[in-house]
Structure formats: C-alpha cells, structure tokens
C-alpha cells in the first residue's frame, strides 16, 4: 500500500525557513518524481515543483524558485522541502503527491498536508 | 501559464440526481486532465487521469469525458458521501495549474 507520511505543523516567525518532510513506503522511491503544492485556507491549489526520487532532478514553478529548494534522501525514501525567507503569503498546507506518468500526468497519491503558519 | 476555469463555483444536488462539472483550459491540452475530489481537512483524492480513465477503486458513478480545451466530469446519482470540492488538474505542460474548485452538495 501506498503511504506518504508528512511531517507535524509548523509555526514559523517571518524571515525565517522551515523543512518539511515527506517519508513514503510502499513502492520503490527512486523510480517516481514526487511533488509538492500548496494550498492556501478556502483557496486553489497551486503546483510548487517536482523532484525524481533516483537522481533529484528538480522541475520548478517560476513562481515558488528562490522559495522552495527540493531535496530527496533515497536512502529513506524521504523528499525534502525547504521554504525560506517565510512571510505570511507561505502561511497554508503543503502536500506532497506522487507524480504518476500512464501516458499523462496527475497525481495518484496524497499526504496528509502538513500546515505551515508563519506568524511572529 | 495554462488557466483552468471549473464551473460551476458551486451546485446542490440531490439524492440519485446526476451532476456535471465542466473544465476549460485556456489552450489544447491534449486529454492530459486529472480530476480530484478533497473533503475538509483532508487531501485531494484522484478520481478521474487522462480525461476519461477512472482511477481504481473510485466508484463507476464518476465518469470523465471531453477533449481539446473542454472537459467534464459527470457524477451518475449523486450520493452523500460525493459531498466536497471537486477540482480539475492539466498535467500537459509546466506548471501544472488546477482549477478553482466546485463545491458540491446535497441538497
């Protein structure tokens, strides 16, 4: 079974950064991209960037470069995302998702979000 | 960026009736068209890739169809626990964009 466990909610100061974390089981990691969005409270929901669980090839939303910094540890299946420079635009849920190729791309797997406030 | 503009914003539907939702992207995105349904405080779950390829284990009420630029997704006798936010997702070219979001509920 598919599982992608994220790490606890996080209350951040302003300026600051934060790592969140995306532990997954249940398939082999270094054989899927895995990706990160956002979603801000009653809001859309918005693509951060993708990064490949074999060699940490990163594809970015121009958006979110200079934001967030991806990063997988293939050796416990974890990816990585780091946010930085934290203002109160950054406060909302972060997901990790499963990107899946069957001659499209879409997302078949979710984590649970992991929230992100960033208040002084 | 692709845009993807879902409506309606919102509907109410009853028990057994069939609802449509309806997705346009701003350009052909050759059927690569996801749709999710996410419940409060809880992730998106994929039920429809590709346009039209049911996702295994969603129930076979929900059906995806379009082509081009136009997309819909159908709910064949609306059930209570089909209550959420239903959204569209292109995954033809980066970024990947979602729409805004349909609210469904029982009315």
């Known amino acids: 079974e598919v599982q992608l466990q994220q790490s606890g909610a996080e209350l951040v100061k302003p300026g600051a950064s934060v790592k969140l974390s995306c532990k997954t089981s249940?398939?082999?990691?270094?054989?899927?991209?895995m990706s990160w969005l956002k979603q801000m409270p009653g809001q859309n929901i918005e693509w951060i960037g993708n990064?490949?669980?074999?060699?940490?090839?990163?594809g970015y939303n121009q958006k979110f470069k200079g934001k967030a910094t991806l990063t997988v540890d293939k050796s416990s299946s974890t990816a990585y995302m780091d946010l930085s420079s934290l203002t109160s635009e950054d406060s909302a849920v972060y997901f990790c998702a499963r990107l899946q190729l069957r001659s499209y791309w879409y997302f078949d797997f979710w984590g649970p979000g992991t929230m992100v406030t960033v208040s002084s | 960026d692709i845009q993807m503009t879902q409506s309606p914003a919102s509907l109410s539907a009853s028990l057994g009736e069939t609802v449509s939702i309806e997705c346009l992207a701003s350009?052909?995105?050759?059927?690569?068209l996801a749709w999710y349904q996410q419940k409060p405080g809880k992730s998106p779950q994929l039920l429809i890739y590709?346009?039209?390829s049911l996702q295994d284990g969603v129930p076979s009420r929900f059906s995806g169809s379009g082509s081009g630029t136009q997309y819909s997704l159908k709910i064949s006798g609306m059930q209570p626990e089909d209550e959420g936010v239903y959204y569209c997702?292109?995954?033809?070219?980066?970024?990947?964009?979602f729409g805004a979001g349909t609210k469904l509920e029982l009315k």
């Open positions: 990064i490949y669980g074999g060699n940490g090839g990163t």
């Open positions: 249940g398939y082999t990691f270094s054989n899927y991209y």
């Open positions: 350009e052909g995105i050759s059927n690569s």
């Open positions: 997702q292109q995954g033809y070219k980066y970024p990947y964009t």
């Open positions: 590709g346009a039209s």
